[in-house]
């Protein structure tokens, strides 16, 4: 149905269509163009003829063969001329029709060009070929991709555009222009524009190719920027300054979209960070509890993630994510609950011992995670609506996992701080933090709030895990990889901040990126390192100490 | 040196028990034949030569957890730049008998298509050099990390965190090629040390001696530091820096001696080690290795020096038994040795040990 009609320097032919809009458009065509055959529907003799033509033995008259049949207009033309160049066109020797056979599937059974019937075929040798050279192919391409600008569905539009680029001959150019005028989607309009304006690049006068660089002023085509880059050692002076400037033009919105892309990366980044770190901020800001078991109840997430997507809810990775996610903050939660009853709580007071405890209590966590499930990684399936990017253009590309990764970051800052905020556990645990022993006096039962808050943290943790999940390789060591960076970040931000936490994470994590093309991605990592020590040294309270009473503690 | 140890029972037992050992375990190796059921196998006194450096690391972490209130979760570190001296000075040793058999060059520079020796190379081929560098690396790092953080009086825990970070940017750029020390493989394949194999079991027991050495003077040498004017205000440092700091002692300046000095003890422990197992990478960097051997001095009890070197030989004996016989179960046993000596042992086996001899002393009564 796709198969519609077609321009050449020789002329232009169509057929009768079902789509009225391309029937106008090609009515258009057809009067603004020269010469065509002109005919209302498909042109059965011209294909004939054409066809001959293809059988005869001289590549010149294969060529006017090719011509014809594209003139006929028959919706057949396309998938002529497609075989023709994937060598799947056959002539039977016998009665010398056209057939269609492909050596590697179809064994014994070719299929007749014109009518779709099928013919016995006894041996390949019964078949030849219809051999193409190098000059015939070229012309073969672009007469495809002619008859591809013409489809309905833009998408194809598009592609065939695109296939073009770089290309079109000069004969070409004025029908892709007409087409252009006439083309309803902004987009592919703009790459037909493109496409003309690169073919003028190589018009003989001077203004054609002037005023088609102008036109090509800040466009981000990949094939703008060689061909613009040729012109500048153009005989013509005016030409070659014309096309320098343009380049510089196009040099600096690349720039800018680079530096775009390299912040997106770092706001990703930093919002891993601030999704791991910010569990930690909790437990570490608001209790002064160092727990170095954090990273483990964030591998126990991702673990809980995989468990749910492969056990639970196998045929669903959408569903399974989602359902994970709650599940994700319940397992951690309870695991960090468990923690806090059986270990810390009696280690109060005492925050080196608390470190080491937890950090045996994440040793046995990982094995237990290597014995249960496996040493090796677990791949863990993202679903459909969160693969794949938006192209903003050329240059720039924004992935959707990272994407997601953001805005969810966002969305679990935003209830964590309503939940310290506006419930009542919130304020509880804001009292203890601040004055316990004023807070029990008051009534709050802090042993309770501390387990509770403990929970909120590891159960934060989880959720991190979720996020983690769809980004690296769930494996036991998930965990480790990440609380170096997390502890990182609370110390950077100033302890029992959580804003101070959210800036903490996407300035290093945006810092990092923007190193990373300067410095490589080891580098940049220990860079940044040695400048939280260091800034630690200058600022031992990071970036946001707290103030008045809570800060003499 | 008996006027240190006076009074220090556990230390005479430990330099009597390694004294003992270096005497006894050449004559079990080179003069008891193989068949015999009291023969020691090479393999095991190289595995006691890696406990005793093992127990001087242990030392040197003891020194600044157990009398100056520092946890360093660095140690590992400063362990991992003094064997890295020490590699390097063995693989300058290999000359032209490495794979491509490059004089001046180790391999894994003529890998990487290096055509000379990086400055930092220099003068490693010297064996005095070289051992100055196992002194003068660690050293220099501990200083100017200490002279920085305890300028600005970062303590307890956010001392801890960044020691970790010290020691995670090492590992991350060990691991890079371009650092020149090997990269991802680090230093191996030495020949020998000094003029002597490193295979032959004369040089093993020889390291075995020198481990065995250095271990009783890094105990004497710390236990002279604690005994001494600066050990006492270390300890008061300990217990209340702010009042030290009140009363006009320059609390930075001890901190920083007793660093320093830790980090160069752990410095030696790794040149002894390196020739022992006969290979460094970046792996001893890793914030693990250095936060486990936080954990030997727990065990045994820290504030004791000898209770360190204790634990460091128990845990590492039960760590080559169990990668060995359950390697599962390692990482449980070493989680919950973590959880249940901070939780129900806070002085260690020795604090047990000591208990126990008061409790016998009340019977008695």
Not at chain 2, 108 to 113: A, D, E, I, K, W
Not at chain 2, 148 to 167: D, E, K, P
Not at chain 2, 201 to 219: H, P
Not at chain 2, 338 to 352: A, E, N, R, S, W
């Amino acid at each position: 149905m796709a198969g519609v009609g077609f321009f050449h320097h020789c002329g232009v032919s169509m057929q009768r269509t079902r789509f009225a809009i391309q029937h106008w458009v090609w009515m258009l065509l057809l009067s603004l163009t020269m010469s065509f055959s002109a005919a209302t529907h498909a042109d059965d003799s011209t294909l004939q003829a054409g066809i001959q033509n293809l059988l005869a033995k001289g590549f010149s008259q294969k060529i006017e063969g090719v011509n014809q049949i594209v003139e006929s207009g028959d919706p057949r033309a396309e998938q002529i001329l497609q075989a023709l160049l994937d060598k799947q066109l056959f002539s039977v020797k016998a009665d010398n029709t056209l057939v269609f056979y492909d050596k590697k599937t179809d064994e014994a059974q070719a299929k007749q060009v014109l009518t779709g019937e099928p013919v016995a075929v006894a041996s390949a040798k019964d078949l030849s070929r219809i051999r193409t050279n190098n000059r015939m192919r070229g012309q073969i391409k672009q007469l495809l991709a002619s008859i591809q600008l013409m489809n309905p569905d833009d998408a194809m539009r598009l592609a065939a555009v695109k296939a073009m680029v770089g290309n079109v001959s000069p004969d070409q150019v004025d029908s892709i222009r007409t087409l252009a005028e006439k083309e309803a989607n902004p987009d592919i309009k703009k790459e037909m524009q493109t496409l003309v304006q690169l073919a003028e690049l190589k018009s003989d006068d001077a203004d054609v190719v002037k005023a088609a660089i102008a036109g090509l002023a800040g466009n981000l085509n990949q094939q703008v920027r060689p061909t613009l880059q040729a012109l500048t050692e153009s005989d013509d002076a005016s030409i070659a300054a014309a096309a320098t400037q343009t380049l510089v033009e196009i040099d600096n919105k690349v720039t800018w979209y680079g530096h775009l892309e390299t912040l997106f990366f770092g706001l990703s980044l930093g919002s891993v960070l601030v999704l791991a770190a910010i569990g930690l901020a909790i437990t570490f800001g608001v209790m002064g509890v160092i727990n170095m078991a954090h990273g483990e109840l964030i591998m126990l997430g991702a673990y809980t993630t995989y468990t749910i997507q492969t056990y639970v809810l196998p045929n669903f990775p959408g569903v399974s994510l989602i359902v994970s996610i709650p599940a994700a903050f319940v397992v951690s939660g309870l695991v960090g609950v468990l923690i806090e009853k059986t270990v810390i709580r009696h280690l109060y007071g005492r925050p080196l011992e608390t470190l080491l405890a937890t950090f045996g209590i994440s040793l046995i966590l990982q094995q237990a995670v290597r014995t249960i499930f496996s040493p090796l990684n677990r791949s863990v399936e993202t679903p459909e609506w969160m693969s794949g990017s938006i192209q903003i253009n050329e240059v720039l590309s924004l992935t959707l996992n990272r994407l997601y990764v953001i805005a969810f970051c966002l969305v679990v800052f935003a209830l964590l701080f309503m939940v310290l905020k506006k419930t009542s556990l919130g304020l509880q645990v804001r009292a203890v933090s601040q004055n316990r022993g004023m807070a029990r006096a008051m009534g709050v039962k802090a042993s309770r709030v501390d387990a509770m808050t403990f929970g909120l943290g590891a159960g934060i943790a989880g959720v991190a895990g979720v996020a983690l999940s769809q980004l690296t390789n769930v494996g036991p060591n998930l965990g480790q990889s990440y609380i170096i960076d997390s502890f990182m970040v609370v110390v950077f931000g100033g302890v029992g901040n959580l804003w101070g936490t959210l800036i903490a994470g996407f300035s290093l994590g945006i810092a990092n990126k923007f190193l990373e093309p300067w410095a490589g991605a080891v580098l940049a990592k220990i860079l940044v390192l040695v400048f939280i020590i260091l800034f630690i040294q200058k600022h031992p309270r990071g970036l946001f100490p707290q103030k008045g009473r809570a800060a003499d503690n | 040196m008996f006027r240190i140890l006076k009074g220090d029972y556990g230390g005479q037992i430990l330099i009597a028990i390694v004294i003992a050992a270096c005497a006894l375990v050449p004559y079990l190796n080179l003069y008891v034949p193989a068949s015999s059921p009291f023969h020691l196998s090479t393999f095991t006194v190289t595995l006691l030569g890696k406990y005793l450096t093992y127990a001087l690391l242990a030392l040197s972490v003891d020194l600044v957890w157990g009398y100056l209130g520092i946890l360093s979760l660095g140690h590992g570190a400063f362990f991992a730049l003094g064997g890295y001296a020490m590699g390097m000075y063995l693989m300058r040793q290999i000359g032209d008998r490495g794979v491509y058999g490059n004089p001046e060059l180790p391999d894994f520079m003529v890998f990487l298509n290096w055509d000379a020796l990086p400055w930092f190379w220099q003068g490693f081929d010297m064996f005095w050099f070289a051992m100055l560098m196992v002194l003068f690396v660690p050293g220099l790092l501990a200083y100017v990390f200490g002279y920085l953080a305890f300028r600005s009086r970062v303590t307890g825990v956010y001392l801890s965190i960044i020691t970790q970070a010290l020691t995670y940017a090492l590992l991350l750029a060990f691991f890079r090629n371009e650092m020149g020390f090997g990269g991802n493989n680090g230093l191996t394949d030495f020949k020998d040390i000094l003029g002597f194999n490193l295979q032959s079991d004369a040089t093993r027991i020889g390291l075995f001696i020198a481990s065995g050495i250095a271990l009783i003077l890094g105990y004497l040498s710390c236990r002279a530091i604690v005994a001494s004017r600066l050990g006492r205000v270390a300890m008061a440092v300990r217990d209340s820096e702010d009042r030290v700091r009140f009363i006009g002692y320059r609390v930075d300046k001890v901190k920083l001696a007793i660093f320093t000095f830790s980090a160069v003890l752990a410095g030696v422990a790794g040149a002894l080690y390196v020739p022992q197992v006969g290979i460094i990478n970046p792996g001893e960097f890793s914030p693990l290795n250095s936060i486990e051997l936080v954990i030997w001095v727990a065990v045994g009890g820290r504030g004791t020096l000898y209770g360190a070197a204790l634990g460091a030989i128990v845990v590492n004996y039960a760590k080559t038994y169990l990668t060995g016989a359950l390697p599962e179960v390692w990482l449980f046993a070493l989680g919950s040795l973590f959880v249940l000596v901070t939780l129900y042992l806070p002085q260690g086996i020795v604090g047990l040990m000591r208990r126990r001899q008061k409790e016998i002393g009340h019977e008695t009564a």
